[in-house]
Antibody
């Protein structure tokens, strides 16, 4: 079955970087876009950006430009999201989610909690 | 950027009630609109895509309508297991913005 499995929880200090992975299985990795969405504690969903696993092209939310980098490894069907210069406001659960065409985001990864604290 | 505005932000209704949530886009997005359900502590779940297409496995009491700028999610008969926060999302182009969410509770 289609599955997205994310890496485990992280605790980082302000100013550090974090890299979260999302390993896909059960479908052709390069045929679907992958998005990253985050959710701060008690808050709504925030779209972070998209990567096309086929060619590696990306598009990021304007507020994260310069701090976020999304990459992929086609040999392992894994996408990565790296966020740098972390601040307390980046504390959130980070999700990857698959998408193509007219369909919505389905499925989603299980989420990765990133805590930024001194 | 196109903004997505949901209303109400929360509602309380009785079991069996018909519940309607609205989502308005600040510019036209055709039918590139999805609805998600998120239960407390859980991963968001796709309910409806292309404004009105029910995702496989989703109960038929859920329905979506609309096109352009105004969209609606309807629960025809609210059930206890429908307690959740519901989000709309535009996905025609980046940024693929979510609405602020509507928290649904049982009265």
């Amino acid at each position: 079955q289609v599955q997205l499995v994310q890496s485990g929880a992280e605790v980082k200090k302000p100013g550090a970087s974090v890299k979260v992975s999302c390993k896909a299985s059960g479908y052709t990795f390069t045929s679907y876009y992958m998005h990253w969405v985050r959710q701060a504690p008690g808050q709504g969903l925030e779209w972070m950006g998209i990567i096309n696993p086929s060619g590696g092209s990306t598009s990021y939310a304007q507020k994260l430009q310069g701090r976020v980098t999304m990459t992929r490894d086609t040999s392992t069907s894994t996408v990565y999201m790296e966020l740098s210069s972390l601040r307390s406001e980046d504390t959130a659960v980070y999700y990857c989610a698959r998408h193509i065409g007219d369909d919505g985001y389905n499925p989603w990864g299980q989420g990765t909690l990133v805590t930024v604290s001194s | 950027d196109i903004q997505m505005t949901q209303s109400p932000s929360s509602l309380s209704a009785s079991v069996g009630d018909r519940v309607t949530i609205t989502c308005r886009a600040s510019q036209g997005i055709s039918n590139y609109l999805a609805w998600y359900q998120q239960k407390p502590g859980k991963v968001p779940k796709l309910l409806i895509y292309a404004a009105s297409t029910l995702q496989s496995g989703v109960p038929s009491r859920f329905s979506g309508s609309g096109s352009g700028t105004d969209f609606t999610l309807t629960i025809s008969s609210l059930q206890p297991e429908d307690v959740a926060t519901y989000y709309c999302q535009k996905y025609n182009s980046a940024p693929q913005t979510f609405g602020g969410g509507t928290k649904v509770e049982i009265k």
